[in-house]
């Protein structure tokens, strides 16, 4: 297997590929601000020749992990209640 390139520009649909996610959730991850869109030197920020945004691979990791770490959290509060008590409820 290939080593990575942690700094490699990718498509929506490439990020989602890596992320295991669909393109839309990569959309959204990036409205919401946990995925930016990746930036040049100067700060400006990096997309194709049709306007649509690169994302570094290393950028899709981090918000693939806080968005499964948040998933986890929210699993680990939730009561689980077994037959009895659905029924009472």
């Not at 946990?34 to 930036?39: I, N, R, S, Y």
Request: aromatic share 4%; charged share 35%.
């Amino acid at each position: 297997m290939p080593d990575l390139d942690i700094n490699a520009l990718l498509t929506a649909k490439e990020a989602a590929g890596y992320a295991g996610v669909s393109i839309a959730v990569i959309c959204k991850w990036r409205d919401r601000g946990h995925l930016p869109v990746a930036t040049d030197a100067q700060g400006g920020e990096i997309r194709d020749e049709r306007g649509r945004p690169r994302y570094r691979l290393l950028d899709v990791a981090k918000a693939e992990n806080a968005t499964r770490q948040r998933g986890e959290k929210m699993a680990s509060r939730i009561t689980r209640r077994d037959a009895e008590q659905r029924l009472a409820a």
